[in-house]
RNA sequence: GGAGGGGUGCCCGAGCGGUCGAAGGGGCCGGUCUUGAAAACCGGUAGAGGUUUCGGCCUCUCGCGGGUUCGAAUCCCGCCCCCUCCGCCA
């Protein structure tokens, strides 16, 4: 969330952002609740003040049996009510304005570039080189089926579209991907967590996928929680409406979750394999910041995520997203997008956001050092890296021509020192 | 799920409906004393918001939300969380 000082001093800024990411937020509806917000509360609170000394002024009269006491207390009464009144005005536009400003998207930094949309990221670098092979690579889905590996009508015929069974070593190399990447993490300096992946309607808030996105989360309606779509909510909310000591930052924390998402509104889109899911497997990177460290923090973070794919021999690439491509709580971006040669694209693996303060304004998450004031934390996280399209660049990139997938060197003693799956 | 107990400032802990943003203790910061330190003593020690002639002034916050009252940390209602016991269960 913006701040309301913030918008009420750069209007133009938050327009823009407004507009180039594509949102309806209404700016000026927020400036004109905040200029009557305020008026009211001026009114009030001079009220108050009066009641306050008046009610002091009772109990005084009241002490020394005066019987002045009883008509304050009636002028008191006639005050409370006048105050009782616009309080309730006051609440009404506190609450619009509330729910406004929740729904203001993040503005990009200034080092975003313009764009509308995908087409204007810009690639600030890649790595590696996309594999050749002596035959039709071919997609995941095939590969996957023809080892055993995955089993895609029995997931949809116990769940539905858009699930995934793993077997064999299918699964054992799921497990294996998820503890070498936290192992990754680790030596990088992340703590790791364990957090629940059903969260109340506040941490899905506080990072702001609601109110927005309602519709794009697991919501279980009889208990109010949320199927988590990333970790990031469970573990940027873990500090949550605490003041942390500036000495204790960053907080580096890495963890493996489950993640849901509805996908509504992108059906007929990746509709075979793994590509878009309902449900997958991710490692999430996550950062709490102070202020004038997250440009570096978030280079940093890139970089965490990029070396899992390095290390894994996959191609991949690196984009700067642009203004019209961002999301709603990101003020600067970076997508990992690895090559997967059955698909013939690259397949975004990690988005690495920082966030600025938007978040932590959000939870009411600050720091503080020595005598200054608290001021909001900066977070940011990024996927290090989202399971499902690493396997599928995995087994697509390491296929090969008697339908085997050889495994990378790393992963090897993740998987009992195998070298290759095979039928 | 049932019964009971409880949520107060950085921590512990007190608080007949009135001058309580809150006693007392601890911690922390500053000072006095000291060659230095400890002890002792003195002082300071929340956040958010509004307003400002930038000295302040005012409002709100004692788990959260409502209510009663001239006035609520204190009374009433709902919710959340913690603890104990019982039940159930991996």
């Known amino acids: 969330m913006l701040s309301l000082d913030f918008i009420r001093e750069n209007p133009e800024a938050v327009r823009r952002a407004v507009a180039d990411k594509h949102d309806a937020a209404d700016v000026d509806r927020i400036l004109a609740l905040d200029s009557s917000r305020r008026s009211k509360l001026t009114e009030v609170e001079a009220l108050k003040a009066e009641r306050n000394a008046g009610s002091k002024e009772v109990g005084r009269l009241m002490k020394e049996k005066r019987d002045e006491a009883e008509k304050l207390k009636s002028r008191m009464k006639e005050l409370g009510d006048k105050v009782a009144a616009i309080e309730k005005e006051l609440a009404a536009t506190q609450e619009e304005l509330d729910g406004l400003l929740l729904r203001v998207p993040n503005v990009p930094d200034d080092s975003v570039p313009a764009g509308a949309g995908a087409e204007g990221n810009v690639e600030v670098r890649s790595w590696g080189q996309k594999p050749e092979f002596s035959f039709q690579p071919k997609a995941h889905w095939d590969i996957g089926e023809a080892l055993g590996i ?12 858009g699930f995934t069974v793993f077997k064999g070593l299918g699964a054992r190399l799921e497990r294996a991907l998820i503890a070498y990447m936290l192992d990754l993490a680790a030596k990088a300096g992340y703590t790791e967590v364990a957090v629940p992946y059903l969260v109340n309607r506040a ?3 506080g990072t702001g996928q609601l109110p927005k996105l309602e519709e794009d989360m697991y919501k279980l309606a009889a208990d109010e929680l949320y199927l988590i779509p990333t970790a990031e909510v469970p573990v940027t909310n873990l500090h949550a409406g605490e003041t942390l000591q500036a000495e204790a930052l960053p907080l580096k924390y890495c963890c493996y979750s489950a993640c849901f998402r509805r996908e509504a509104g992108s059906y007929g889109k990746d509709t075979r394999g793994m590509i878009r899911v309902h449900q997958f497997d991710k490692v999430e990177l996550v950062k709490i910041v102070r202020e004038e460290d997250s440009p570096a923090e978030h280079e940093a973070l890139t970089a965490d995520a990029e070396r899992v794919l390095q290390s894994l021999g996959l191609h991949y690439r690196t984009m700067l997203l642009c203004r019209g491509d961002l999301s709603f709580a990101a003020a600067r971006c970076y997508d990992i997008e690895v090559w997967a040669p059955g698909q013939g694209r690259f397949l975004e693996v990690s988005s690495c956001s920082n966030f600025r303060d938007f978040q ?8 503080k050092d020595g005598q200054s004031k608290p001021r909001f934390c900066h977070t940011l996280n990024g996927s290090g890296t989202a399971l499902p399209r690493l396997v599928v660049a995995l087994l697509e990139t390491y296929q090969q021509a008697d339908g085997s997938v050889l495994l ?16």
């Open 203 to 205: 941490s899905m808030t």
């Open 360 to 367: 932590a304004r959000r939870m009411g998450l600050k720091y």
């Open 408 to 423: 990378p060197e790393p992963l090897r003693p993740y998987l009992g020192g195998l070298e290759r799956i095979k039928s």
């Open 150 to 161: 995955l089993d895609f009508p029995r997931a949809t015929k116990i769940s539905g579209h």
